[in-house]
Every structure is written in C-alpha cells, then in structure tokens.
C-alpha cells in the first residue's frame, strides 16, 4: 500500500513540473509577446514573456526578447538584469552584447559600450555584423584620442575583411600614427590594386597615407610618388608638407636668420626626395659660401669700416653701417653686427633693417630678453611688410628660447599670410599649438 501511495506521489509531481515547464505553452506566450512588442505595446510584451519563462526559465531567447522591451520602455535596470541571466545560460550569445552595448551607449558609458560591442564582434557569427561592431569600436577608440588601442582594434577589424578597403585605410591610418609604417605601407599597397581604378577623389586618402608610411620610412622617391597622387583632391595641401619644395622653403627661412645647421638639415632632406631642383644647389653654394668666406668678410668690412669715417652724408653713413653690421652677421661676428647695427640707428632711429640686424645679434649673442623688447618695440613702427615679417619671426624664436610660450605663439601665428608660413607653422607644432598635418583630416 505504500509503495503504491509513493508511485502516485511521484506522479503528480511530474504532472506538475510538467505543467510548470510546458514548452508548448512558452511558445504560445513567447509568440503573442513578439507580436505585442512589433506594435509597440512594450509593457503587454513583457507580462508575455514573464509568462512564456515561468514555463521555459532557462530559454534565452525569451529571456533576450523581455530585455529588448524593457529596453524599448527604458527600464534599463531590468533590462540588464534579463541580459546579465541570458548571459549565465549562454555567454556567446551576440545579440545580449549589442543590446548591453546600446543600454550603456544610451547612458553615455561608452568605455562600457564598446567593450561589449567588442564581445559581440567576437561572438557574433555573420561577418557583416562582427564587422560593424568592431568597426564602431575602433572609432570609439579614434574620438577618444587613444591611437595605440584604436591601433589595435583597427588590426582586428582588417583580421575579419583583409581585402576590405575601409578596414586596409583605418588600419593603415593608424599604424601611421603609432609609428609603424611598414604595416601601414603593406595595408595600402595590398589593395591597391582595387583603389587604383578608383576616382583620385576617392583613392587620394589611401595614397596620402601610403606616402606618409613611404616617407618615414625614408623610401623618399616612393613617398613622392604617392603623394603625386593627390594633386587636385583635398588631400593635397597635406602631402605637400613632404614635398621638396615646402623643405627648400623651410631652409632658406632659417638660412635667412642664420639657422644654419636647420637650414642645412632641410636642405639635405629636400634633396633626398629630389636631387634635381637647381634652387637647392644655389641654396647649398650660398651656405658652404657662408660657412668659408670669413676672411673676405673681414677684408671687405675694413673697406667699408674706412669708408664710414670719411663719408659726411648721414643717410650714405646709415647705409654703409648697414652693410658692415650684415657682413659681421654673415661671419658670426655678433658683437660687430650689434655694434654697427647701433650706430646706424644712432643716424636713424626707424631704420628697419639696423633694427632686424640688431635684433638677429641679440638673438645670437642670447641676449634674449633685449631682443623681445627691441622686437615688440620695432613692429611698432611702419616698415616694409618683408621685415616685419622677419622681425616676427625672430621674436618668435628669443620668446620660444626664453620660455615665454604666449609671446612667441602669437608672433609665430601672424606670420600665415607671409614667405614664412611654413618655417612658423613648423615653430609652432614644435611648441604643440598646431596638429601635425593628417591630424586636422577628420576621421571618417
């Protein structure tokens, strides 16, 4: 009698847990809540699929469904929550991370986003999709400034498409920019042969980065090439800044203001990329001139040195005194220059270029602070536009050495509209107030 009561007890218990985890019956609740949630009526939705669990506590399905309502209603809590439990019974499943990812987007947790956007790409069996995901993580990575991570995620994104030309310019993109340009280079020239049948304003950002990787590479003549084809694209005014000419005209800025070894090391790169210029051979004749010929500088200042105490004109008098303070210049004779220099300005006190001479000597004698005070002072006054320029630049350059970063920005940013754009431009990335060239292009 006993054991039949027992048998009947198990029974039931069956029938019960049965009924409890009718599969038939979860469906039924599952379908009427996915119809709910296609009109919108979230709430009704979700009563359903409470229903359809209580039979199926363990279908994913349904549980990644309510998620999706509650987070149509923004009940985000309890769409975590529903996520947070799918994810315990099946932890590859992608469409749980987007959904994590989209929660957190909304709440502006975009660390949290993308590290499940992330998951989901690495889940997410459809390429198309594991493709998008990881691309919305690399740009995440971009915005934020993170180069070396969005670097890594770029590497990741062309794993899943290698062929894909998007993911060859982003991931060549930012192995430039994390100063690996041999991956950079490889990138590009792996699906040239797709961009090179391509319009050149749709194919010049890929040749742009290609003679970015060339050049710091220093495969130089490869570089111009690439960047040869950019001409006529919005690209072009980027890759001109490798280009020999904008060099040439960085070394004869600072040859002007004696620079001479910066004025040689430009000159020298100019002539890797192209030797065949003939304005860079004036240019390095005009500093090998420099660098030998301070005996006949002296010889021709005790000319003019006597000519000066025999000439009764003071303006005669002002113009010899400016050529000897320039011959003194060109020897490095910088108390000379400074001395001559003064004594054209006792004859005229607004004699520009006696003020540019003795503002160079300053320079070169490190007597900064005089020559920021006697620039500020010269750019007063009216003065060809030439020299003004130049005595800016020079102001730049005593501020920059003194330290005094405000003075020397603004005197390096008036100089934009003049022959020494670019020898400013390049002052002031080196103090970090401007972005380097394929910084300013916008990510796309």
């Known amino acids: 009698m006993k054991k039949i009561l027992l048998y009947i007890v198990i029974l039931a218990g069956i029938g019960l847990t049965a009924k409890a985890q009718d599969p038939h019956k979860g469906l039924a609740h599952y379908v009427d809540g996915m119809n709910y949630q296609k009109t919108g009526q979230h709430q009704r939705a979700i009563d359903e699929f409470n229903k359809a669990l209580r039979s199926e506590p363990s279908n994913y399905r349904y549980l990644h469904a309510k998620a999706v ?14 996520l947070n439990s799918l994810l315990k019974l099946k932890d590859d499943f992608a469409p749980a991370y987007v959904l994590l990812a989209q ?11 993308a590290e499940f956007y992330d998951k ?61 340009y041999g991956e950079a280079r490889d990138a590009i020239l792996d699906v040239e042969p797709a961009i090179k049948s391509m319009q050149p304003k749709d194919n010049a950002k890929y040749y742009f980065e290609l003679g ?33 000419k904008y060099f040439y005209r960085i070394a004869i800025a600072y040859y002007k203001f004696h620079e001479n070894e910066t004025s040689k090391k430009y000159l020298d790169l100019a002539e890797k990329i192209q030797k065949e210029l003939p304005e860079l051979h004036v240019l390095r004749a005009q500093l090998s001139k420099r660098m030998t010929n301070k005996t006949a500088n002296q010889s021709t200042i005790t000319h003019y ?17 400016e050529k000897i303070a320039e011959l003194y210049l060109e ?6 220059c400074l001395r001559t220099s003064e004594e054209a300005l006792r004859l005229n006190k607004s004699d520009s270029k006696a003020l540019l001479n003795k503002i160079n000597a300053l320079y070169k004698l490190n007597r900064l602070k005089e020559a920021v005070e006697t620039a500020q002072e010269a750019l007063k006054q009216k003065m060809e536009p030439a020299i003004a320029a130049d005595i800016s630049f020079l102001l730049g350059l005593s501020a920059k050495k003194l330290g005094d970063k405000n003075i020397a920005k603004q005197a390096f940013t008036q100089l934009q ?28």
């Open 120 to 180: 989901a790409a690495m889940h997410e069996p459809n390429p198309a999709d594991k493709y998008k995901y990881k691309m919305m993580v690399t740009n995440k990575y971009i915005k934020d400034g993170n180069m070396k991570i969005a670097y890594e995620k770029a590497k990741e994104l062309k794993a899943i498409s290698p062929k894909d030309l998007k993911a060859n310019y982003y991931f060549a993109r930012l192995a430039n920019k994390v100063k690996k």
């Open 69 to 82: 309502s509650e987070f149509k209603i923004r009940d985000n809590e309890s769409s975590i929550n529903s």
């Open 305 to 321: 040195e006597n000519a000066v105490k025999t000439q009764a004109d003071p303006a005669r008098r002002e113009s010899i005194y």
């Open 417 to 444: 509209r003049t022959t020494l754009r670019d020898a400013a431009e390049l002052e002031l990335k080196s103090m970090g107030e401007m972005k380097e060239d394929d910084e300013e292009m916008s990510d796309e």
């Open 212 to 244: 970015y990787a060339h050049y710091y590479l220093e495969e130089y003549e490869k570089s111009k090439a690439a960047f040869d084809k950019t001409v006529g694209t919005k690209y072009a005014q980027a890759a001109e800044k490798f280009s020999p």
């Open 331 to 336: 020897s490095e004779n910088y108390e000379g």
């Open 103 to 113: 929660i957190y987007y909304q709440q502006g947790d975009y660390n949290k986003a």
